[in-house]
C-alpha cells in the first residue's frame, strides 16, 4: 500500500510558472511509471506527463516544451515543473503511480488545484 501526497498547487498569472510535487509514503522498488494527470471542469482527465524508474520521459502535446517532469529517487519524490502557464492549463492535478504488482497497480494523489488567471 502506498500514499501519494501532492502539494505546490496555486494561483499564477499567465506566463507565470509553479512547480508540483509529489511524495509517496514508501520507497519505490518495482517497475513503476510516476505520472502527473489534470482534469479540468467539465472534461476528462487527461495524462501530462510520466517518468519511468529508469528516467524516461513522455509529455502530452499540450505541454511538451513548457513542463518537466523529473523524480528525486531517494526521495520517493515526483515533481511536475511548469512554465509559461496558460489559462487552459487550469485543472485539478493528480500524482499517479502505476506499478508492477502481481498484476499493474494504481496509487493516487488527492489532487491540487492550479489556476492560471489574472
Known amino acids: 500500500q502506498v500514499q501519494l501526497v501532492e502539494s505546490g498547487g496555486g494561483l499564477v498569472q499567465p506566463g507565470g510558472s509553479l512547480t508540483l510535487s509529489c511524495t509517496a509514503s514508501r520507497n519505490i522498488f518495482r517497475i513503476n511509471t510516476m505520472n502527473w494527470y489534470r482534469q479540468a471542469p467539465g472534461k476528462e482527465r487527461e495524462l501530462v506527463a510520466s517518468v519511468t524508474n529508469a528516467g524516461s520521459t513522455n509529455y502530452a502535446d499540450s505541454v511538451k516544451d513548457r513542463f518537466t517532469i523529473s523524480r528525486d529517487s531517494a526521495k520517493n519524490t515526483v515533481f511536475l515543473r511548469m512554465n509559461s502557464l496558460k489559462p487552459e492549463d487550469t485543472a485539478v492535478y493528480y500524482c499517479?503511480?502505476?506499478?508492477?504488482?502481481?498484476?499493474?497497480?494504481?496509487?493516487w494523489g488527492q489532487g491540487t488545484q492550479v489556476t492560471v488567471s489574472s
Open positions: 499517479n503511480l502505476h506499478i508492477m504488482g502481481s498484476g499493474w497497480y494504481d496509487y
